[in-house]
């Protein structure tokens, strides 16, 4: 089973001793810095809604984007991403062979580095998939990308002996993936909470839901997607009655999420 997960546009940039990996499409993320770097500040704040300090900051981040960074310049993309999934994941407390199986069966899709794996080195940078960014490929990333993170994810599933993608992403990063590309079986769970007796998905609680179903697959080994219905962490509970083929649904009681996730 191969799990695939959105990046973070926070980022925590502590040292990491760990050994890093160079990403598939450095040459890409390379080419999309340089047409990044070309931005004034106001295109910045226009393709991204930025506010001026972070437009300045990813405007200094694009000039320092390095055709060959060193160890200082790059951290470990599972590491480095600090947003609401990757609390989920919980990434820094892996061991060793966890990290290892998670290199070989997870996956974050990245508007500017098309698909990571969790110790691919990456430098400093925010670019949302869904953002306007024209290249000679088209208007958007979903053009640039087209299908090649398809084609390479069939390929990185070949590689593991998987027929199965577990899709942990938002819809925005999943959107770059071609279906008619795409040869795996997408299992797409939802995580909803109840409150009252109405369960809704609450974007915060999803997001680290699905980090913590990825890390619940690595930790668990999982190549079966039936397995997938143990899941319980954060007080989730498989609901059959509600699933749909290849979209399980996971729902806790609202209280639950509140007091667990300490909202």
């Not at 990333?141 to 899709?167: E, F, H």
């Not at 954060?234 to 979209?247: V, W």
Request: with cysteine; aromatic share 8%; glycine share 6%.
């Amino acid at each position: 089973m191969l799990v695939v997960i959105s990046p973070a546009k926070r980022l925590d940039w502590a040292e990491r001793n760990v050994e890093v990996t160079q990403p598939d499409f450095q040459d890409d993320a390379i080419r999309l810095s340089k047409t990044a770097r070309n931005l004034t500040l106001g295109d910045l704040k226009k393709l991204m809604d930025l506010s001026d300090d972070l437009a300045r900051l990813n405007r200094d981040r694009y000039r320092a984007f390095s055709d060959a960074p060193d160890a200082v310049a790059t951290r470990p993309a599972a590491l480095a991403f600090a947003g609401d999934t990757y609390q989920g994941l919980e990434a820094t407390s892996l061991d060793v062979e966890e990290m290892a199986w998670a290199q070989d069966h997870l996956r974050i899709l990245s508007g500017l580095y098309g698909i990571l794996r969790p110790l691919d080195a990456i430098q400093p940078y925010r670019l949302e998939m869904g953002s306007r960014l024209k290249t000679r490929r088209g208007k958007n990333l979903y053009d640039y990308w087209r299908d090649q993170l398809s084609k390479a994810l069939n390929a990185q599933a070949a590689g593991t002996g998987s027929d199965v993608l577990l899709n942990c992403a938002s819809q925005e990063y999943f959107g770059a993936v071609d279906p008619k590309a795409l040869k795996l079986r997408v299992i797409t769970p939802v995580f909803m909470e109840d409150k009252g007796g109405t369960p809704k998905i609450v974007s915060f609680f999803a997001k680290k839901a699905r980090g913590a179903m990825a890390r619940y697959v690595i930790q668990h080994r999982l190549s079966e997607p039936a397995s997938l219905t143990e899941f319980d962490s954060g007080g989730y509970e498989y609901r059959p009655d509600l699933s749909e083929n290849d979209k399980p649904v996971f729902i806790r009681p609202y209280q639950a999420s509140a007091s667990i996730d300490g909202s």
